[in-house]
């Protein structure tokens, strides 16, 4: 049967992420249902845009990907589905499905109106991760096509988020950390294509923090610089927190400068 994955800043302290696991297995008891994350920051649509941008190259083909963090729910957002050329994504029309969709491109996109495949045809107004998002997911991901579930709208017509981008000059690469992970691991917008095949040091205000290739090269508590799992350049503390050793937030300016070639 299929794969449904699930993301949403629910937490795990309150019962949502079980009552909407018993929507989907109400629907198709059978599907295989990963949960990616329930602890994005509340109504942090970046962090949940950056998790689900790192998750999806990881799944097989086909796979339905439902992500639920949506401080508009009850409002005039649209509700979406997404088929890309390899899986789809279901959740609120709000900027979160940006990072994957800039690498998979959209085949397909409709909002989602009709309600013989949410779970009532009167969701709760503060609930649509029960309600329409999960329930759509388990009938995509059984089999349903993406026509039957409403009207198809222009991808060019997704919400995007003001994510400024990274640039490069001669000798200096500019960024900024898009998302601090539980270890305080802060993740900057520079991809390790960026810097393929060279060395640099980040600049961060009057700091300089020294690239190396792993965490441990450098002494406990030494920050240091390297290409995350992710793909992308990080700023790490040796068996600390860069985020609590420098009080570094999401957002904050960084700079790279390059070392010579040759």
Request: aromatic share 6%.
């Amino acid at each position: 049967m299929g794969i449904l994955t699930l993301l949403t800043d629910f937490g795990l302290r309150d019962a949502y992420v079980g009552v909407m696991k018993g929507a989907i297995a109400q629907i198709n008891p059978a599907l295989t249902v990963i949960d990616l994350t329930h602890q994005i920051p509340p109504q942090d649509i970046a962090a949940a845009r950056f998790h689900l941008m790192a998750a999806y190259p990881y799944f097989p083909a086909g796979t339905v990907h439902v992500a639920v963090v949506d401080p508009g729910v009850g409002g005039t957002r649209r509700a979406i589905a997404l088929q890309l050329t390899d899986g789809y994504l279901v959740g609120p029309d709000n900027g979160l499905f940006g990072g994957v969709v800039e690498g998979h491109p959209v085949v397909a996109a409709v909002e989602l109106v009709n309600p013989a495949y949410w779970r009532t045809a009167s969701p709760s107004v503060t609930f649509h991760g029960r309600d329409v998002f999960g329930p759509v997911g388990a009938h995509l991901a059984s089999g349903v096509a993406l026509t039957e579930l409403g009207p198809a709208i222009a991808p060019d017509s997704l919400i995007k988020l003001d994510i400024p981008p990274w640039q490069q000059a001669e000798t200096y690469i500019t960024g900024h950390v898009q998302t601090i992970d539980q270890f305080g691991n802060a993740i900057t917008t520079i991809p390790a294509v960026a810097v393929a095949g060279q060395t640099w040091e980040l600049r961060l205000g009057d700091r300089t923090i020294p690239h190396c290739q792993t965490y441990s090269d450098r002494h406990p508590g030494d920050l240091l610089t390297l290409i995350g799992s992710h793909g992308f350049v990080e700023i790490a503390c040796s068996q600390g927190s860069a985020e609590a050793t420098l009080g570094i937030r999401v957002g904050q300016a960084v700079a790279l400068r390059l070392s010579p070639k040759g």
